[in-house]
């Protein structure tokens, strides 16, 4: 792997003798079996198991990825007799981190059997510390492992562990978040009777709904388009995601599969003269809810462009809409009336490369959506 001008630095296996020793090592295709039970049990204990749909995807997920070695991905513990106790899902993600290019590992979940597995993910935390790391990151960290990974060396991300919601249509927003907390039937039927009221309350009070610039328009795209626009949008930020073409493929073919949250799609917006200055991705579901990954401008649009993206999910019929806070936008995000910013999960990231941790700090950094694992199936469907 070679990049011009740039150190490239390639993930090393973290596992050492000694850890193959405690019974530390890569993750297997044979390992998915007992991978997928771990993860059934963690976190789907209320529902049966997925199973044989869950073992296909963790396998297209963790062992298909472009930059996918045994060295960068996912790690287990086996106890000494052939079990699997404890198991660390990890995706591995090309980024560009200040002078350098380095395979990072996303770290998806972390699942043990219980006390039984005690042990086994205690040595798996200790694998995965800021030391050994050339950089990996969790955006859905829980507040104990948010602490554990500061204990071992690594930072939290504050702004990037905020959600920001914008509300187009208050009532039906309230219905779908209502069925979402409390599984409220009959929301489908109900939505349609919300939207009068919205439209009467949007008369009442038309500043609730966001409207573009004149002579700004967003147009509709392929999230191919996306990816046309990555490399100048993004250069201004020392930590980044590369997202190679085949890489980048790859993560949209992967987030496409996920139905719950709706159909893929990218908005380009530009300017009065024809200029591209923005570009968003987004899902868009038949329950009017826009689910934002990433959104790109160029330096000193983002007012523009998220004015514009606003607007035209508005018009497109969403009730409400959401994504992941990122210190560039902020200023932007926080002008828009009915927009609220809420706890999501902790964004932790642990290297032992200083002046990446300062970077990142500094909110000198570009991260979430397609680089994080917002877009996957393991959120939302398993």
């Known amino acids: 792997?070679?990049?011009?001008?740039?150190?490239?630095?390639?993930?090393?296996?973290?596992?050492?003798?000694?850890?193959?020793?405690?019974?530390?090592?890569?993750?297997?295709?044979?390992?998915?079996?007992?991978?997928?039970?771990?993860?059934?049990?963690?976190?789907?204990?209320?529902?049966?198991p997925a199973g044989s749909e869950l073992r296909a995807y963790i396998a297209s997920l963790f062992f298909d990825s472009p930059p996918y070695t045994t060295d960068n991905g996912s790690i287990v513990h086996d106890d000494g007799n052939g079990n699997i106790d404890s198991a660390i899902f990890a995706l591995p993600m090309t980024f560009h981190t200040v002078d350098r290019t380095a395979v990072a590992r996303l770290l998806c979940a972390f699942v043990s059997s219980g006390a039984k597995g005690a042990l086994g993910a205690a040595r798996l935390a200790r694998n995965v510390r800021a030391t050994q790391q050339d950089m990996c990151f969790s955006d859905t960290s829980s507040a104990t492992s948010a602490d554990h990974c500061i204990a071992a060396g690594g930072i939290i991300l504050p702004i990037q562990s905020l959600d920001w919601h914008r509300v187009f249509q208050p009532v039906a927003a309230l219905a779908l978040r209502l069925q979402k907390r409390i599984n409220l039937p009959g929301i489908d039927l109900m939505l349609p009777l919300c939207r009068m009221f919205d439209t009467a309350l949007a008369k009442w009070k038309p500043g609730f709904r966001p409207v573009g610039d004149f002579g700004f328009q967003c147009k509709l795209e392929e999230p191919s388009a996306f990816f046309e626009h990555i490399a100048p949008m993004t250069r201004r930020f020392a930590i980044r995601p590369e997202w190679r073409k085949i890489e980048f493929d790859w993560l949209i073919e992967k987030a496409k599969l996920n139905r719950k949250l709706g159909k893929l799609q990218c908005g380009i917006v530009e300017d009065r003269q024809g200029t591209v200055i923005g570009a968003f991705l987004f899902f868009g579901n038949k329950k009017r809810v826009a689910t934002v990954l990433n959104i790109l401008c160029q330096p000193g649009k983002e007012l523009d462009v998220t004015r514009e993206m606003f607007a035209f999910l508005n018009i497109a019929g969403h009730a409400t809409s959401q994504g992941m806070a990122q210190p560039f936008l902020m200023n932007a995000l926080g002008r828009q009336r009915l927009m609220s910013f809420r706890h999501r999960g902790y964004f932790c990231i642990s290297t032992r490369h200083d002046d990446l941790k300062q970077a990142a700090l500094l909110g000198d950094i570009y991260i979430g959506g397609l680089a994080s694992e917002q877009w996957s199936r393991m959120l939302t469907d398993f």
């Open 1 to 48: 792997m070679t990049t011009t001008g740039l150190k490239t630095v390639s993930s090393q296996s973290t596992v050492t003798a000694a850890d193959a020793a405690a019974g530390i090592r890569a993750m297997h295709k044979g390992d998915i079996d007992a991978a997928e039970t771990l993860f059934s049990a963690a976190f789907r204990k209320k529902t049966p």
